[in-house]
């Protein structure tokens, strides 16, 4: 498929860990949403908030050995408006992917304490 410019493994592999990480934080939030206060809700949050920080850590991870690689061309060839879709959602998601940083800065604000649980 991709002979002439293959991936890493590395790549390959800090794509679906970033992926996959980020489902499963999104079905912890989903879930968690819907529980009562109570310390079964501060298990799930504090398992969400951790599992964020690693999809910060592995994201930027990722980021960085992007610059390093560099970006890859499309698979195969794609009408232009898919090409459009597709970097949007790429970069959708990696604004997402900052989401564990927002989290933390506002969870250490004053302003921001009524709101918990």
Known sequence: MLKKNSL???TISLHWLTGLAF???FAIGLYMVDLPRGPEKGEWIGLHKSLGTLILLAASVRLFWRLKEGAIKAASVMPVWQDIAA???HGLLLIACCNPGHAYIGDRHEYW???RY
């Open 8 to 10: 890493t493994w590395q």
């Open 23 to 25: 489902i499963a934080v």
């Open 87 to 89: 970097k949007c959602v």
């Open 113 to 115: 304490k009524w709101a």
